[in-house]
């Protein structure tokens, strides 16, 4: 089973519009970051979230992380070529040893 | 200057040959990882070590072996290769978990 469930998977706009994707789980993470991953290269971090109700601003993208920390959303707004890519949540749990829990992903693709 | 370097980028072997990934951070951070992004882009973790230290060492087979020789250094060795074994492998480091900071990745692809 999927600990981290994102949707949606696939995500085809035009410039200009908005999109949300989000992040469910039925376990609790003390942190959630969201990465944005180009193809032929590793994830690059985008934002962490550690507080319950936080909610971080980068440009266009906004990120909430839930009050009970079991879930999150990116959203985007106004779209734009350059958002274009592959981004992913990722989660750490409340326990020591062990590492970042990744979603499956969202392949966002926004033409012009 | 590369944060976390991995080579090589592409690695194209037979079926049950060996092969090593070798993985630098000049980051300064205290952990490294090396995680599997399958086909359909879902990245799982393999292992984890913490100053040289095994923490993470998940339901991998024996084949693969990671090596740390020092905190900055995070090898990963793999023995009589299988077609299954095609993936993207990427290494990572963090400072006691903060932000990870990803390699550009090594395309394994056995034939």
């Known amino acids: 089973t999927q600990l981290l469930e994102q949707s949606p998977q696939f995500l085809s706009i035009q410039e200009g519009e908005n999109l949300t994707v989000y992040c469910n789980s039925s376990?609790?993470?003390?942190?959630l970051q969201w990465y944005r991953q180009e193809p032929g290269e590793g994830p690059v971090l985008l934002v962490t979230?550690?507080?319950?109700?936080e909610v971080k601003k980068l440009k266009r993208l906004t990120f909430q992380f839930g009050d009970a920390r079991k879930d999150s959303s990116l959203h985007i707004t106004a779209a734009q070529p350059g958002d274009t890519g592959l981004y992913l949540c990722?989660?750490?749990?409340?326990?020591?040893?062990?590492?970042?829990?990744f979603g499956k992903g969202t392949t966002l693709s926004v033409s012009s | 200057d590369t944060a976390v370097s991995q080579t090589p980028k592409y690695l194209v072997t037979q079926m049950g040959n060996d092969k090593s990934i070798k993985c630098e951070q000049n980051?300064?951070?205290?952990?490294m990882y090396w995680y599997k992004q399958d086909s359909k882009k879902f990245l799982k973790i393999m292992f984890s070590y913490n100053n040289k230290e095994l923490i993470i060492n998940e339901t991998v087979p024996n084949r693969f072996s990671p090596k740390s020789p020092d905190k900055a250094h995070l090898n990963l060795h793999i023995n009589s290769l299988e077609l299954g074994d095609s993936a993207v492998y990427f290494c990572a480091s963090s400072l006691q978990n903060y932000g990870y900071t990803f390699g550009s990745g090594t395309r394994l692809t056995v034939v």
């Open positions: 979230v550690v507080t319950g109700g």
């Open positions: 376990s609790v993470f003390s942190s």
């Open positions: 990722a989660g750490l749990l409340n326990q020591a040893g062990t590492a970042l829990i």
């Open positions: 980051l300064g951070h205290d952990t």
